[in-house]
T-cell receptor, first 116, second 117 residues
Framework: AQSVAQPEDQVNVAEGNPLTVKCTYS??????LFWYVQYPNRGLQFLLK??????LVKGSYGFEAEFNKSQTSFHLKKPSALVSDSALYFC??????????????FGRGTQLTVWP | DAGVTQSPTHLIKTRGQQVTLRCSPK?????VSWYQQALGQGPQFIFQ???????QRGNFPDRFSGHQFPNYSSELNVNALLLGDSALYLC????????????????FGPGTRLTVT
């Protein structure tokens, strides 16, 4: 069964410092991996995805993520955090095994707080 | 280009009542999925509609039902509401017809906040 784990409920970082939000996954086949961000009282906004190819994926707002197959991880990173990055971040996985139905499995979310 | 829209924004219902939530997909999209996001949790898949039929369903009881219209918009209906149905209900859409690969992403609406008292 597919699942996603976000081991940290909260991540706190100072503005200008690098940030990492961790995600590990479990799927039966090759994974399609996604990061979404949620601001208060808003829906989910797509940040980036890994489908195949280069293990380092670049996305919106300066975020990037590194796919590591051996560690089944897909950590979200940003070289220099901004206060406006403070939000709830979700990692999600979709089984690539031939299905086009597209069900996403989400982690519990990580609250990122960037202080000035 | 309009994104995914949902209505209403907020809703308060009493236990045992029925509720209908609505979703209009992003322009050009033909597939709609519904997710439930309880407080402090990640979104959980309810079901997906394509060509006006339910194509896939998550682990939700039959009290949760849906519909897709010819214009691709969708409704989520919940009968016999329970306190535990209080959550943010998210609609997501994507284009399935003509998609050559699985490398699409889904676009989410702002959600409907349902409170059951």
């Amino acid at each position: 069964a597919q699942s996603v784990a976000q081991p940290e409920d909260q991540v706190n970082v100072a503005e200008g410092n690098p940030l990492t939000v961790k995600c590990t996954y479990s799927v039966s086949g090759n994974p399609y991996l996604f990061w979404y961000v949620q601001y208060p009282n808003r829906g989910l906004q797509f940040l980036l995805k890994y489908i195949t190819g280069d293990n380092l994926v670049k996305g919106s707002y300066g975020f990037e993520a590194e796919f590591n197959k051996s560690q089944t991880s897909f950590h979200l990173k940003k070289p220099s955090a901004l206060v406006s990055d403070s939000a709830l971040y979700f990692c999600a996985v979709r089984d690539a095994g031939g299905s086009t139905l597209g069900r996403l499995y989400f982690g519990r979310g990580t609250q990122l707080t960037v202080w000035p | 280009d309009a994104g995914v829209t949902q209505s209403p924004t907020h809703l308060i219902k009493t236990r045992g009542q029925q509720v209908t939530l609505r979703c209009s997909p992003k322009s050009g999209h033909d597939t709609v999925s519904w997710y439930q996001q309880a407080l402090g949790q990640g979104p959980q898949f309810i079901f997906q509609y394509y060509e006006e039929e339910e194509r896939q369903r998550g682990n939700f009881p039959d009290r949760f039902s849906g519909h897709q219209f010819p214009n691709y918009s969708s409704e989520l209906n919940v009968n016999a509401l329970l306190l535990g149905d209080s959550a943010l209900y998210l609609c997501a859409s994507r284009q399935r017809t003509g998609a050559l690969t699985n490398s699409y992403e889904q676009y989410f609406g702002p959600g409907t906040r349902l409170t059951v008292t």
